[in-house]
């Protein structure tokens, strides 16, 4: 992303769910002075709930420098003046239209220690991403950027690129319909990681289903969360994946941070989304999926790579743990559809 903002000629879009102050974010804060200085056009947007410990004089300082500062306001129009439960949760960059990021990674100094994952798209697809960026500033501000935006030409042997927005503006639950729609299109071999699994039953019956109907389906999840209640509510659900052929992984490396999906040898996906009721259904969140078996084949070598570091689970990573512990476990997943 440094490279890609260095190389800044036109503009620059920024947006993420955490930004914490510390090196991670002052690093970035600085290269985007240092563009903005030149003369680059920068916009910065954030959320303001995962952003709630982040100091007023960090953003004064993109300001002071002409850089174009929001929060993403969720709480705007009289609808919506008291409501915190939605988040936008998009981890996206934009430089002048040709290059785009989408992935896990917030602005911490803790994502340098998470196994996360990340993807640069060059070329026309980068600029589904920035339309997402200026939907999302828009309703922000009310204002569209003026960008001098040069559509590339796709070359012949590009890989097939869509980035799928989703969120509870959507007429319908649009994410819960991705996902399940991926599941329910795996023939072979369905692959998922997700730093938080507590899925609705939506999820769960199609789960069940691609395994039952022998796809090989793995599930990678964090050997230790970061969300404790999260991860308490998302044992309950070990036995019933289990027991329908659903083979879950517990990644003994650091923390699992990352989103990414693998469906048989040709279709593979990035993004934010987490196998949880917030991401599901009440977060805005973004997905790059990429048609190509040259860049299923790299995803394949990559989670391999994670599997090779992980421990199998099986029934008594639930069954056997004490009794306090169970009843915690089922009072969370009571709560899931807040979590």
């Given amino acids: 992303m440094h490279d890609a903002i260095a190389a800044a000629e036109s503009y620059i879009l920024v947006q993420f769910y955490i930004v914490q102050d510390g090196s991670v974010a002052r690093r970035l804060s600085d290269a985007l002075i240092e563009k903005a200085r030149s003369g680059v056009r920068v916009h910065f947007l954030y959320d303001e709930i995962g952003c709630w410990t982040l100091p007023e004089s960090f953003l004064k300082a993109l300001r002071d420098a002409s850089i174009e500062v929001s929060g993403f306001k969720t709480t705007r129009g009289h609808r919506n003046r008291f409501q915190i439960n939605f988040r936008n949760h998009r981890k996206l960059l934009v430089v002048d239209g040709r290059i785009g990021f989408i992935g896990g990674l917030n602005l911490a100094d ?32 009310r204002q569209i950027p003026e960008l001098n935006v040069a559509i590339q030409p796709a070359a012949a042997d590009d890989l097939k690129v869509s980035i799928v927005n989703t969120g509870p503006a ?10 399940a729609t991926l599941v329910k299109t795996a023939r072979r071999r369905l692959w998922l990681t997700s730093p938080y699994f507590v899925p609705d039953d939506v999820m769960v019956r199609a789960l069940q289903a691609a395994a039952i ?12 969360a970061d969300h404790r209640f999260v991860e308490l509510a998302s044992f309950t659900s070990y036995n019933e994946m289990i027991d329908c ?29 987490n196998l949880d009721n917030r991401a599901l259904y009440l977060n805005f969140e973004a997905t790059a999926l990429v048609a190509d078996d040259r860049f ?10 994670d599997l090779a570091l992980c421990e199998p689970v099986d029934r008594t990573h ?22």
Avoid at 131 to 137: N, Q, T
Avoid at 171 to 179: D, G, I, Q, T, V
């Fill in 110 to 141: 803790e994502y340098l220690t998470y196994r996360d994952t990340h993807l640069r798209i060059d070329g026309p697809a980068a600029q589904h991403i920035q339309y997402s960026i200026l939907k999302d500033w828009f309703w922000a501000t």
């Fill in 170 to 179: 959507d007429s319908m639950p649009n994410c819960s319909a991705l996902f």
């Fill in 213 to 224: 109907r022998k796809v090989d389906v793995r599930i990678l999840l964090p050997g230790k």
């Fill in 245 to 273: 052929g659903v083979q879950l992984f517990r990644y003994q490396d650091r923390f699992l941070h990352q989103k990414v999906v693998l469906v048989d040898d040709r279709l593979a996906g990035v993004g934010t989304v």
């Fill in 296 to 305: 299923a084949w790299r995803v394949e070598a990559m989670l391999q790579a």
């Fill in 318 to 339: 639930f069954d056997n743990k004490p009794l306090w512990f169970r009843v915690a476990a089922r009072i969370a997943r009571l709560a899931s559809p807040l979590l």
